[in-house]
């Protein structure tokens, strides 16, 4: 099976800009998770959606949304660019059900300038 | 609020060495820990689930052990080769929330031929 993909893979923005970020999960995959990656910070969960429904929710303002198709592939939107939104966008997928492992894509770079 | 610490954060060894890897988590009530390697330009890549239920896993050179009580896991990993330079991340999923990965900031291992 193909593996979780990401695109763009690098991304460079202005502040105030909005940027759409796209994940395709692995096939017969129901659930894409959204994690940001900042060297202060580390991994921080944002959001996970399963069958076009978002399940679960991190602690982000609402600059940060996203969405999924019936095809279970994902977006995820910023609006309104800040200096701090630079980082690596990870998204993950899996069947869906409890516990299981989520596979993880290579990210996007995001660089907000 | 779970916390997930991870010690040390950065480790160089001779190739051959056997190495310990820690975490530790502040709330004992999660569902699952796992353990995933990160290498640069690349996304995470899944090495050990261990279920609460449970006190260790192993793959290959790896082992994993929890002790939910004492809130610790260690990733053992035997023999260690240059291959195996990456970070090194500790997750958890807390029970009653069993979709979102909280994640310590990682350990940077570099194995030396």
């Known amino acids: 099976k193909a593996g979780v993909t990401q695109t763009p893979r690098y991304l460079i923005k202005t502040r105030g800009q909005q940027v759409t970020l796209s994940c395709s999960p692995i096939?017969?995959?129901?659930?894409v998770s959204w994690y940001q990656q900042t060297p202060g910070q580390g991994l921080q969960f944002l959001f996970e959606?399963?069958?076009?429904?978002?399940?679960n929710k991190g602690n982000f303002p609402g600059r940060f949304s996203g969405r999924q198709f019936s095809n279970s592939r994902s977006e995820m939107n910023v609006s309104t660019l800040e200096l701090g939104d630079s980082a690596l966008y990870l998204c993950?997928?899996?069947?869906?059900?409890?516990?299981?492992?989520?596979?993880f894509g290579p990210g996007t770079r995001l660089l907000v300038l | 609020k779970q916390e997930v610490t991870q010690i040390p954060a950065a480790l160089s060894v001779p190739e051959g060495e056997n190495l310990v890897l820690n975490c530790s988590f502040t709330d004992s009530a999660i569902y699952n820990l796992q353990w995933f390697r990160q290498d640069p330009g690349k996304g995470l890549t899944s090495l050990l689930l261990?279920?609460?239920s449970q006190r260790e896993q192993t793959s290959g050179r790896l082992n994993a052990s929890l002790d939910k009580s004492s809130g610790r896991s260690t990733l053992y990993i035997a023999a260690s080769q240059p291959g195996d330079s990456a970070t090194y991340l500790c997750a958890v999923i807390n029970a009653g929330n069993n979709r979102k990965l909280i994640w310590g900031l990682g350990t940077s291992l570099a194995v030396n031929p």
């Open positions: 993950a997928s899996s069947p869906g059900f409890e516990g299981e492992t989520q596979y």
């Open positions: 959606y399963f069958s076009e429904t978002q399940r």
């Open positions: 096939s017969g995959h129901r659930s």
């Open positions: 261990i279920q609460s």
